[in-house]
């Protein structure tokens, strides 16, 4: 492995840690969901006395776990797809497409995160929860985190898949 090979590796196992660490926000925010779902369920059903504004603290506490599911889910291949081209066409056309994905995935993903950042609105805009008036920006700021680190690995994806370009196999290659 040559030393931009084992740069690359090392940035890569960082940014596992991060996107494992906005994981551990969103499995958090799973449990506080969980808890706000049961007490709710609680005070509607049994107590016949909803409570005002949990459905706010659920919106942003959904913020958070998508925050994590993005990151992470992102960087360990949860999410559908089909390998269609690996069975009609050659090594070279799917080498192609796969930059030409995680160029265009890295992108986007950055000008997501860049869009929650600079155009994410708050109180001056009325961009806040309909009952308890939570402000957005502070949970649009987590959800960009997740998007930007989702766009670094894309990037790095990017970056390693050209390294490897003439090898037998990309190291970042979906299994059939």
Known sequence: MSGLQSFLAGLDRQLGRLAGLLAFAGA?????????????????????????????????????????????????????SINLL????????????????????????LLAAYALVTKACGLEKACITSNLAIEHRPFFYVLAAGMGLYG???????????????DARDPNELED
């Open 28 to 80: 958090m925010g799973i449990v506080v969901l969980l808890g706000v779902t049961v007490v709710a369920v609680f005070w509607r059903y049994l107590l016949n006395a909803p409570i005002f504004g949990i459905e706010d603290i659920s919106i942003v506490t959904l913020t958070i776990v998508a925050a994590g599911s993005v990151a992470y889910g992102g960087r360990k291949g949860a999410h559908v």
């Open 86 to 109: 690996n069975y009609f066409s050659s090594r070279g056309l799917t080498r192609v497409t796969d930059a030409l994905m995680r160029f265009a995935t890295a992108a986007i993903s």
């Open 152 to 166: 670094v690995n894309m990037a790095l994806h990017f970056v390693i898949g050209l390294v490897h370009w003439n």
